[in-house]
């Protein structure tokens, strides 16, 4: 984890390719400097990296201060024993001041303060598994998506090499005309098959352009970019099913639902002290003033420190934090069966992931040695058509064997890269 996030922030922020040729590592690089998605993980992680502080817990005073001022008109009736000391008065102005600063401390709250400290640590870690995930997921797209555009450019080379065959084939059957050994069905057979080939070449590249516009719009660049890869794909034959299990357990998907069950076990802790008693200290300062124009009492003014603790202690309110509780440990242990729901699928996603790996080297073994085998048809027919010993039938047969074999073996290369990739977003080993 800790070393996708270096190499995730060691990313080039001024990093280009130069003359539109774009590699790999580039195309990785440029996708994770501009991913939404991983933008959005980044600021995740910054919340939570912010509200993971001991006055987010409650464990940190609190001070407040309040002022007062209420300024009135009132009417005053007072009688006493003494009956000239009886006051009845309209319209007397009275005002009442008050200023008090006060720090209030928590003691005590039934360790609720230091379970949600632990809480807010667990979601940090928990977002920067996400923010894992992300980077995994976005070089894994990245990677499937460049290598569909080698795939396809290699399907080019093949149709280039068929374009060949034909034009070769209709420079004989020209020959021989020229010779009087040919007729023209047999030329414009020739001139039909060498266009439709220039077709479907012209269909491939647009299949290339239009994938080269998915790339760029997976790096968020400008669609309209020209950009060049020149690669080949080259699978990692040697990848063990046993080590992509085990690498399973790092796995950030893994690692952010262990966190999730944590979590929940905290929040559960924390339900439960809400049945706790509470002891508060509070201190500080007020002054009062009272003004009255009639009365008893023209002005009266107190002012000094106070200090108190409070203690609360819940009896009864409706049996809502037991059941609060009760909520909190079904999330726990749907927490903890999620947990194993995904590493279930994460296990099955790796075998299944491995066998088609597995199935495609070996498929490929093979559709290596009939590719090398339909080139030399091709070339041996081409020597016999030439010498009048084949048919264009021949000719068109042996091709045709040719592309299917080119066109087999290229997506084979192709699925078993795909695979590869995908056991290494789950084995978390994807670099940069």
Known sequence: MKKMLFLFCCINASMGFAQGRLSLT????????????????????????????????????????????????ISINQKFSDASR??????????????????????????RVVTTKKRLGELVQQNEHL????????????????????????????IDQS???????LDILLARKE?????????????????????????????IQQGKTDLLNLLFLNPDSSITIVDTILVEKNMLLA??????KNNPQMLSAEQQVK??????????????????????????????????ALLNQSYGPFLSVNLSIPIYNGSVFK????????????????????????????????????????????????????????????????????????VRQAQQSFEATSFRMVNLNYTAKLAEIELKRLANSITP
């Open 131 to 158: 923010l894992n995930v992300q980077v995994q997921n976005t070089m894994a797209a990245v990677a499937t998506r460049y290598y569909d555009i080698v795939r396809n450019q290699g399907f080019i080379k093949t």
């Open 26 to 73: 580039d195309a990785i690089q440029v996708a994770l400097k501009n991913s939404l998605d991983i933008q959005l993980a980044k600021n995740n992680l910054e919340i939570s990296t912010i509200n993971n502080h001991q006055g987010i817990a409650g464990a940190l005073p609190t001070v407040t201060a309040t002022a007062n001022d209420n300024e009135q008109i």
């Open 243 to 248: 080590t992509v299990q085990s690498a399973l």
């Open 323 to 394: 059941r609060q509780q009760q909520v909190a440990e079904i999330n726990s242990r749907n927490a903890q069966l999620q947990k194993e729901g995904l590493l279930q699928t994460l296990e099955a996603g790796a075998v299944r992931t491995y066998q088609a790996y597995k199935n495609a080297l070996q498929q490929l073994e093979t559709e290596v040695e009939n590719y090398k085998l339909s080139m030399q048809l091709v070339d041996l027919v081409l020597k016999r058509f030439e010498l009048n010993q084949a048919t264009i039938i021949d």
């Open 86 to 111: 009886n006051t009845t008065r309209n319209n007397v102005g009275s005002n009442n001041l008050s200023v008090g600063v006060t720090g209030t401390i928590l003691l005590s709250n039934g360790y």
């Open 263 to 296: 979590i929940n076990e905290l929040i559960e802790k924390e339900t439960a002290a809400l049945g706790k008693p509470t002891l508060r200290a509070n201190t500080g300062y007020n002054f009062n003033n009272t003004k009255s124009g009639a009365g008893f």
């Open 163 to 169: 374009i060949g065959v034909f034009q070769k084939r």
């Open 179 to 207: 010779a009087g050994l040919s007729n023209n069905a047999d030329i414009f057979q020739a001139r039909l098959d060498l266009n439709a080939q220039v077709q479907q070449k012209l269909q491939q590249e647009l299949v």
